[in-house]
């Protein structure tokens, strides 16, 4: 999954929390998420009115972010609440998922790629 493909499906499964997101996905939006929020929030002190742009994005995609997080831990067999363990999830967000279906849904990716 590309970089833009990857922020469309963040945003069209804002409220989704079933189902598998792969890796990529998971990790471009969080590039993409994070990117933006520092150059708002950069550019907040030359231009402080771009402070309420700033939140409202922070605002508007924190919950797509958390939804995809849980999907990112589904994608290793694991409940959405593991994110809630720092180092954890990090390292849930870094390995591979599961190949093939799992109790979460079908392989986010397939066998050929993650």
Sequence with gaps: MGFVEAVKSGYSNYLNYK???SRSEYWWFSLFFMGVYIIL????AAVPALAFLAGAFYLGSLIPFIMLAIRRMHDSDHAGWFC???LYSLYLAIIKG????NRFGDDSVGAVFD
């Design 19 to 21: 189902g598998r997101a």
């Design 41 to 44: 929030v950069s550019l907040t």
């Design 84 to 86: 809630l363990i720092p």
């Design 98 to 101: 599961t190949d093939g279906p």
